[in-house]
C-alpha cells in the first residue's frame, strides 16, 4: 500500500511550503491535496502529466516518488539558503 509513503511525502511538501491559514489555503496546498487524495481510476491510456491527477497505481506510486523527490530537493534548498544566511 503506498498510503504510508504518501502521507509521509505529503506532509514533507507541507513542511516546506510557506505556511498558511488553514482557512485559507492557497491553490498550491489545494492542487496537492487533491492529488493525494485521489484514488486511482482504470484508464485504458495512460497520459501521464506531472503533478496531475494519477488515474492508474502505477502512476500514483510515480507521483509519490516525483513528489518526495521535490521535497528533499525544496529542503535542501532551504537549509542552502539557511545556511548562506548564516556564514
Known amino acids: 500500500s503506498t ?3 504518501a502521507r509521509t511525502t505529503y506532509r514533507a511538501l507541507l513542511r516546506e511550503l510557506p505556511r498558511r491559514n488553514l482557512k485559507t ?8 491535496r487533491a492529488i493525494f487524495r485521489s484514488s ?3 484508464s485504458s ?3 501521464a502529466l506531472p503533478f496531475s491527477i494519477p488515474k492508474t497505481d502505477e ?3 510515480l507521483r509519490v516518488q516525483e513528489a518526495d523527490q ?5 529542503r535542501a534548498q532551504r537549509v ?7 556564514y
Open 59 to 61: 502512476e500514483r506510486t
Open 40 to 42: 486511482p481510476v482504470i
Open 3 to 5: 498510503t504510508i509513503p
Open 45 to 47: 491510456q495512460s497520459n
Open 25 to 32: 489555503p492557497s491553490p498550491l496546498h489545494q492542487q496537492l
Open 70 to 74: 521535490f521535497a528533499q530537493y525544496a
Open 80 to 86: 542552502y539558503s539557511d545556511l548562506l544566511e548564516r
